[in-house]
């Protein structure tokens, strides 16, 4: 057991790092994690033991006493365990809350923040001198990557995340302080289960990002690991976080010892393969009915515009209607419209003369050129600016083109597929977007559903993406607990199908069992049924641990397969998710004074959706004694 400073003014402070037996940063053994709150101007702080119970109150007996009047004696005890922290409520009057709902126990990442009455407590690490590492919650960093989307789409601005993680599982002494110490104050980190975390480097371009990302791989940890890195730069990377965080972990999951700095995607590439089962995709009803029009479409030359939702999907049709067709063999090459310079959109798609513009210093083909023979999927179409847009019409109408700074006619033979999620047809009645070029590319429109409106498709999906991450991070998770399973069904997954398997991949990363539970999935999963979001239609709590898919999701193959038995169907888990929602409905009406408008503030939810979730629950106000 190792010693570091002691807090002068109470013994029971003194700082004792002997986290060897955890699987979090302590692993590091030269870690601290701590408990921090301020009150009556003053930051203190004191230290979380291992497997040592630590119960905050007003007064004795609580073990940390804070004089704030809204604190029951004993109001919550917290626990340093398998690499977690827990906190329990302890029956208090003014409740404990976790990302805006009580609770009465859940798990804390580094960097949360726990509100007991009026008294906000954030867990947070330390170094071996007591230094802060100014570590973030993993929810944290994720609303400070969509804060910096929108300010680097407004302000025409660059940013970075990097994946940072090691190349072994082993203890590596001080890796974290590590990472720390090669970044400045304003880089945010993260930790991602306990050999990993990501770093937000705010309006970072390419060279700054590059500098810092190889400065991390040049650490020193250990003799037996080395930190790799994976590279994500906007707009390269993708435009919602789902797609940079993907990109970033992806990045770094091709880096190696000899290679330690990896990047993530470019604007244009060759299409990657996504498909959920081998040589197939998991379908339920409603995509089984888009499977079969790509079926139909997929041997002609017919254009097709893909209408979906960021994450549905889209870019797996693609590829299927690609592969569908005689073109099948040869390329077929990406381009995300919306991640292209304005002034470099037609370079990018046509390709460029040397000396055509500034900074062209040789001659470049284009995506068009590249694809010759195979197809050309352009991704989120509806971000074309309008000089493109004439030029894109030309060539599905001549199939020939020029190259920037050329008059030499280059003629093509690829097919074309476009994907957005914006209203094309109402954009080109507005004259946003040409309508010529919309009619020319829509000659077949297909609608892709959200993953919210797919719900047979959740359990055998997040199965797959469980297995995929459990093999790509070196773990042995078996399944999902069935609570945990009907949280996943309970949430709406404004992110669709990239969201689920980012939520996945994260639970396999911190979930210390052979299950994922209900604690290894994000707040803002867990909180799906305190919003009152769509309920499951039908209980298959057990698919997800024996590895079956539900009677209604079909797996698309090469060749026909034989359904899959159906599993007994039951109300257990049903229940226990209803029961649950009731208690986090019934706790903030408690704490609001049964007050619905205020209650269905704090909730994120219109107070009639509350009044009618307390209807179809049966939660009522306790009639006065």
């Not at 827990?86 to 009580?102: I, M, Q, Y």
């Not at 898919?549 to 159906?566: G, H, I, M, R, Y």
């Amino acid at each position: 057991m190792r010693s570091g400073k002691s807090v002068q003014d109470d013994a029971a402070k003194t700082w004792t790092l002997a986290g060897r037996s955890i699987s979090a940063i302590q692993q590091t053994a030269t870690l601290g994690i701590a408990l921090v709150w301020h009150h009556a101007g003053k930051t203190e702080r004191r230290l979380l033991s291992p497997d040592t119970p630590l119960v905050v109150g007003r007064a004795a007996p609580a073990a940390l006493c804070i004089d704030d009047r809204t604190l029951s004696r004993e109001h919550a005890r917290f626990l340093l365990s398998r690499g977690r922290v827990w906190v329990d409520d302890l029956e208090s009057k003014n409740g404990t809350f976790l990302d805006g709902r009580r609770v009465s126990r859940a798990g804390i990442a580094i960097g949360d923040e726990v509100v007991l009455g009026s008294v906000a407590l954030r867990v947070q690490a330390f170094g071996a001198g007591g230094e802060s590492l100014d570590l973030e919650g993993e929810e944290k960093l994720l609303r400070r990557v969509e804060d910096e989307l929108t300010r680097a789409r407004h302000f025409r601005r660059p940013f970075a995340l990097l994946h940072v993680r090691m190349s072994a599982a082993v203890t590596a002494e001080g890796w974290i302080n590590a990472v720390r110490a090669c970044l400045q104050p304003v880089h945010r980190v993260a930790l991602y289960g306990t050999c990993a975390a990501h770093v937000l480097l705010p309006e970072a371009g390419a060279e700054e990002a590059h500098r810092a990302a190889q400065a991390i791989a040049a650490s020193f940890v250990g003799s037996d690991a080395r930190l790799l890195v994976g590279l994500a730069l906007y707009p390269d990377a993708g435009s919602t976080a789902d797609e940079v965080f993907a990109a970033a972990r992806e990045a770094a999951r091709h880096a190696s010892p000899e290679r330690p700095v990896a990047c993530g995607p470019a604007a244009t590439s060759v299409l990657a393969r996504e498909e959920p089962e081998e040589g197939g995709i998991i379908a339920g009803q409603q995509m089984r009915e888009v499977i079969e029009t790509v079926r139909r479409v997929g041997a002609s030359r017919i254009p097709v515009i893909l209408h979906g939702e960021t994450g549905t999907g889209k870019e797996v049709v693609a590829r299927m209607i690609h592969e569908g067709g005689p073109r099948k063999g040869r390329r077929v090459v990406r381009v995300n419209c919306g991640a292209i310079p304005k002034d470099l959109v037609e370079s990018t798609l046509f390709g460029h003369e040397r000396g055509a513009f500034t900074g062209a210093l040789q001659q470049q083909k284009g995506v068009f050129e590249e694809a010759d023979g195979g197809t050309v999927f352009l991704d989120e179409i509806g971000e074309l600016p309008p000089p493109a847009q004439a030029a894109l019409l030309r060539v599905l109408e001549s199939g020939s083109f020029s190259r920037v700074g050329s008059s030499r006619e280059i003629e093509v033979d690829v097919r074309v597929v476009a994907a957005t999620h914006r209203d094309l047809e109402a954009m080109a009645a507005s004259g946003a977007f040409r309508a010529d070029l919309y009619y020319r590319l829509g000659g077949v429109v297909i609608d892709i559903p959200p993953l919210r409106d797919r719900k047979d498709e959740i359990e055998p999906l997040a199965r797959h993406f469980l297995r995929a991450a459990s093999a790509a991070n070196g773990r042995r998770v078996e399944g999902i607990t069935p609570e945990a399973l009907a949280l996943l069904c309970a949430y709406a997954w404004p992110g669709n199908v990239r969201e689920l398997r980012n939520v996945i991949e994260r639970a396999v990363v911190v979930t210390p069992g052979a299950l994922v539970g209900l604690e290894d999935l994000p707040p803002r999963v867990r909180a799906a049924a305190a919003r009152g979001e769509s309920e499951r239609p039908a209980d298959r709590g057990t698919d997800a641990e024996l590895g079956r898919a539900p009677t209604d999701v079909a797996v698309f193959c090469p060749t026909p397969s034989a359904p899959k038995e159906a599993p007994p169907e039951g109300g257990l888990v049903r229940g226990k998710v209803q029961q649950y929602e009731a208690k986090l409905l019934q706790d903030m009406l408690e704490t609001a004074g049964w007050n619905r408008t205020e209650a269905a503030r704090r909730l994120g939810i219109p107070v009639r959706t509350l009044s009618y979730r307390m209807k179809v629950l049966g939660v009522k106000r306790p009639s006065p004694r």
